[in-house]
């Protein structure tokens, strides 16, 4: 949505533009092309000045969210569209330059567009009870990725200098254990070995913490991959299913069970197991591990590679109402794999989180606290 005294401009320089292969329509306030090679329909809509906050809501807003702004809007004696709020009876603009003002005449909040789905947010929103959603700027972490000692492509040191560039105080090095023998697993031997090269990592860069992880796999019968007393020797273990997707409900509900009652385990991985495009995520009472994971104060995952964007945002607000705390991670296999903390983000606030719902905000000493890595280990 764009608007200005030339915006007709805009519309003519977007369709010019060399990642544009195919007009699909050009007129004096819409243009629609296809953009780069994977072909995405990309609209551009020129707005005059007073209509562009009414646009933007209409355009981010879910069908749903807007079908009852409208109807809270009829209520009042309202008529709202893309143009602008406005008095039935006269036609009289009431709102539309900005998307707080539209909001505020329909006597709400403004809502963040991630939450507009007509799940709750706009009676939130009428009693000023919408939570304070999380920013990306407030993660001070990243707590699953994978370095050359399993399948990753950069090393310890790498992966580390990408975090500090993002402004993190600490990461968490999370290989992969035997079971994946494709991705080069790590033994109990090569793990603790691996723990003592992130102490000596530490040593020499007191400014910045690494925790020393692992992936392990939960095994068929909800056994972990490596012994718990290798286990015990690093700082954060995240556990996640990487075979035998296909069992009953039954069957792998049991086998989540088992594997939070490590006491090594921290963090359930990509909890879903679904890969976008690819592979639907395994069947098993998800209430029942939520509960299970709250009372033992193990976190639930929300990967935020693009391939899986796990767990998805309904998941999130049920879990949340569950009482369980999450990370959020982006599974990194390059340093350059660490930007996509942004994907996890914008999944967290679909799924109302803020900032105190997930563990990776806190400061380099208070997550050093909670995971009980104060000591010398990592």
């Known amino acids: 949505v764009v608007t200005g005294q030339n915006a007709a401009a805009a519309l003519d320089r977007f369709v010019a533009h060399p990642r544009v292969h195919d007009v699909l329509g050009h007129g004096s306030n819409k243009a629609s092309a296809r953009w780069g090679l994977e072909g995405l329909q990309v609209d551009v809509r020129a707005v005059p000045a007073e209509s562009y906050g009414a646009a933007m809501q209409y355009f981010t807003g879910s069908k749903e969210h807007n079908v009852a702004l409208r109807q809270r809007a009829q209520r009042m004696g309202l008529t709202l569209n893309e143009y602008g709020l ?20 329909l006597g709400l909040a403004w809502i963040p567009p991630e939450m507009r789905e007509n799940q709750g947010e706009i009676e939130a929103a009428e009693k000023g009870e919408l939570p304070d959603l999380l920013e990306l700027a407030a993660m001070r972490g990243d707590l699953h990725m994978h370095t050359r000692e399993s399948d990753g492509r950069g090393t310890l040191e790498e992966m580390a200098a990408a975090a500090q560039a993002l402004g993190y105080e600490y990461v968490a090095i999370t290989d992969h254990s035997k079971a994946l023998a494709m991705a080069n697993g790590l033994d109990e031997l090569r793990a603790v070995a691996f723990a003592a090269e992130v102490r000596e990592f530490n040593a020499q860069n007191p400014h910045f913490r ?16 490596l012994s718990e007393d290798a286990l015990a020797e690093l700082d954060f ?100 794999h660490l930007a996509n903390m942004r994907f996890g983000v914008t999944m967290a606030r679909r799924g109302w989180l803020t900032a105190a719902d997930v563990m990776n905000t806190r400061s380099r000493a208070a997550f050093a606290e909670a995971i009980g890595a104060g000591g010398p280990r990592g």
């Open 86 to 105: 406005f008095k039935i009876d006269s036609e009289e603009r009431v709102a539309g330059a900005s998307e707080e003002e539209i909001y505020r005449a």
């Open 210 to 225: 690494v925790f020393s992880g692992l992936e392990c796999d939960i095994l068929r019968d909800g056994k972990m991959d």
């Open 237 to 336: 273990v995240v556990a996640s299913v990487h075979s035998y997707m296909n069992l009953e409900s039954a069957e792998m509900t049991d086998r989540l069970l088992r594997a939070l009652e490590s006491p090594s385990v921290k963090v359930l991985g990509h909890p879903t197991g679904r890969v976008l495009l690819h592979r639907d995520a395994y069947a098993y009472d998800f209430d029942t591990i939520a509960r299970e994971a709250a009372k033992r104060n193990i976190w639930m995952e929300i990967n935020a590679s693009p391939e899986r964007l796990d767990l998805h945002a309904t998941l999130i607000r049920r879990a949340k109402e569950l009482g369980c705390k999450f990370t959020i991670s982006t599974d990194a296999h390059h340093p350059k």
